[in-house]
């Protein structure tokens, strides 16, 4: 480790010390060697590529499919004085351009880019020129087949190391298997890879399982026995809203969050979560991206996950901080029924998938072998009943074609309004002497934005804007439309909506190359991942972190001591389990409880419901300190 690289550790990222593995990562990469690390969620994967990137001259080439985790980072590290930018679908040709140029010229550090982006001739003709230090590949299991979220895009990876033959890759991902780690060093053509990998035990964060059939009711006693900032997930958007609601109406403070919200109501959710203002948030899978709170006390699913390593990330991000915090899955059987038959419809027929893609092609009415990388406005809802197709099979279509790289799908797609000025500051100043009523408007953007305006797409707020010239948002944008009229500059609006790209010509649906073997193994696949997830909430065996460090291959005779299964054999084994003892505890436990099931009682006792135990409840009924109602519901008589 280099005394530059320690520096660079304190003065940009203000840190004193690095995370676990983290120094030794960064080592190999400032060595030149080809690198996979597997860090779990909240490990400082970033760090491990902006560091080394710049110590060393020249630029960080990027490769993510997260448009949102783009701009986050590129936005941090702008905030920190570095130069960075990021190409994503959605973008005009013009813009790309612009930033392709600086990449080039302009001293920029960091090009965050999209893999599909990677197969453009216009990418690949600049990415020859660019003086490139390191190839950073996030999100690194999306490329393998035997991962759950593979994109044939990553693919295109390995195709550009040949420009720049000597640099090294840095492959990075949260979770992965030993079968999928071998995957991503094969299909990068890593050259004798250096491979790190933290634990994927968490000392800190309990994991729980609670079959139950009351989820509002057991997820609100989680609540308040755990005080602090949560997330609870769920499948749907309209769930998010109904236990949001729930949880206002029983004094919780809480907020609904999904893709299908406006950008602006998104930040503003976002924003009081962090700050506290929020304690939980009630989301789909589409909030967490990103999302750094080190302070979240307790992760809730209501809905199991399709698979352990989409539940090993959301869950992952309890805890950060390194403080005591909790894991909470509430399921039943319905749910494991629910979620095998779900992954079962993963994959649709093939003549369907091919019916989408055509309804797609008449939707946009695009023609066969055009709009290779065109993107459009895309709400998959309206676009399934148009054409009367069922929409939970249009959406898993859709995932096929984005699987098979003909589409990209952005759900939860977001572009601010951005401007550039194309014409030299000269020519500028006459136009601002020609059209006067232009001039309060250019001397504002010059003033709000520097001549970075003339080198870049620069985003601006219309609102703010316009407050800042005492005039109506729609009068400052009909003189935006009037400057780009002009050729004075290229104005570009804002975009809040889910956004769908066609990454290759397209096909005629008929012969469109779909790969038959690989979707079976994806199927295949899918079917195996949602079975391992329900056989991790059904199992009361193995110490829930043994159970998914195994399933990630990481072999452990250590239990973490702090799961509902250590600790329920933990207490099994004490002499609090003795009969007084017991006694004891399940009078304390109906004090607070007023009303409890035998399941329920046992349940907060963290003890299994054994012929021992329940004796031991029979005794406290017939000596009429506990009473048990007609609804086999147990209480404390008054003079228990």
């Not at 797609?360 to 009943?385: K, T």
Request: with cysteine; charged share 25%; proline share 4%.
């Amino acid at each position: 480790m280099t005394d530059r690289a320690k520096s660079i550790l304190q003065e940009v990222f203000g840190y004193s010390d690095f995370r676990p593995v983290q120094d030794q990562i960064i080592t190999s990469v400032l060595e030149g060697k080809d690198t996979l690390a597997l860090l779990p969620t909240g490990g400082g994967k970033s760090l491990c590529f902006q560091l080394p990137a710049l110590v060393l001259d020249g630029i960080c080439l990027v490769v993510s499919p997260l448009i949102a985790l783009m701009k986050d980072q590129v936005d941090g590290l702008k905030a920190k004085g570095i130069k960075a930018s990021a190409i994503y679908s959605g973008m005009s040709s013009r813009e790309i351009d612009r930033i392709l140029d600086n990449c080039i010229y302009g001293d920029y550090k960091f090009l965050y880019v999209s893999p599909e982006r990677l197969k453009s001739d216009l990418f690949i003709a600049r990415f020859k020129q660019m003086n490139i230090n390191l190839i950073a590949v996030d999100e690194a299991h999306c490329i393998s087949q035997w991962g759950y979220d593979f994109r044939p895009s990553y693919l295109e990876i390995a195709a550009i190391k040949p420009f720049h033959p000597t640099i090294p890759i840095l492959a990075l991902t949260a979770s992965a298997t030993p079968q999928v780690c071998t995957d991503i060093m094969a299909r990068l053509e890593m050259k004798k890879p250096a491979f790190f990998q933290k634990s994927f035990a968490r000392e800190n964060l309990s994991y729980s399982v609670r079959l139950i059939e009351n989820k509002l009711e057991k997820g609100l006693e989680v609540l308040k026995r755990v005080p602090g900032s949560a997330i609870w997930y769920v499948r749907n958007r309209q769930a998010t809203h109904q236990i949001a609601k729930s949880l206002h109406q029983l004094g919780i403070s809480s907020a609904a969050y999904h893709a299908g919200l406006s950008m602006p109501d998104r930040s503003q959710k976002q924003e009081a979560w962090k700050s506290n203002q929020v304690r939980v948030m009630v989301s789909t899978n589409a909030f967490g991206m990103g999302i750094d709170k080190p302070d979240v006390r307790v992760v809730i699913h209501s809905d199991l996950p399709e698979n352990l390593e989409n539940y090993y990330q959301e869950a992952g991000r309890a805890g950060r901080d390194g403080q005591k915090a909790y894991a909470v899955l509430l399921s039943n059987e319905q749910d494991f029924e629910q979620v095998l038959e779900r992954a079962a419809l993963v994959y649709p027929p093939i003549d369907f998938v091919r019916k989408v893609y055509q309804c797609l092609a008449n939707y946009f009415r695009i023609a066969v072998g055009s709009n290779m990388l065109s993107s459009f406005d895309f709400e998959w809802n309206e676009f399934a009943q148009t054409y009367k197709l069922g929409v939970l099979e249009t959406f898993y279509a859709l995932k096929v074609l984005e699987e098979g790289g003909f589409i990209g799908l952005n759900e939860s797609y977001y572009s601010p309004s951005k401007i550039h000025f194309t014409i030299n500051p000269a020519r500028l100043y006459e136009i601002q002497i020609a059209y006067v009523r232009l001039d309060p408007i250019v001397k504002m953007i010059m003033r709000t934005y520097g001549g970075n305006v003339f080198s870049e797409y620069i985003s601006i707020n219309e609102s703010k804007l316009s407050k800042s010239l005492n005039l109506i948002e729609s009068e400052l944008i009909k003189g935006l439309k009037h400057l780009e009229q002009l050729e004075v500059m290229v104005y570009d609006k804002r975009k809040d909506k889910p956004q769908i790209t066609f990454m290759t010509p397209r096909y005629d649906a008929a012969t469109l190359p779909l790969d038959f073997a690989r979707i079976k193994i994806r199927r295949e696949l899918t079917l195996e991942k949602a079975t391992q997830m329900v056989g991790y909430a059904h199992q009361d065996q193995i110490c829930r972190t043994q159970f998914i460090q195994e399933y990630f291959g990481e072999q452990s005779d250590q239990v973490c001591g702090v799961c509902d299964l250590c600790i329920s054999q933990r207490k099994s084994k004490v002499p609090e389990s003795s009969e007084a003892g017991l006694k004891t505890r399940i009078m304390e436990t109906l004090t607070h409880s007023s009303e409890l099931s035998e399941r329920e009682l046992f349940d907060q006792l963290r003890l299994p419901a054994s012929e021992k135990n329940l004796q031991v409840l029979r005794n406290l009924v017939d000596h009429g300190q506990v009473i048990q109602s007609v609804t086999a519901k147990y209480s404390k008589t008054s003079y228990g």
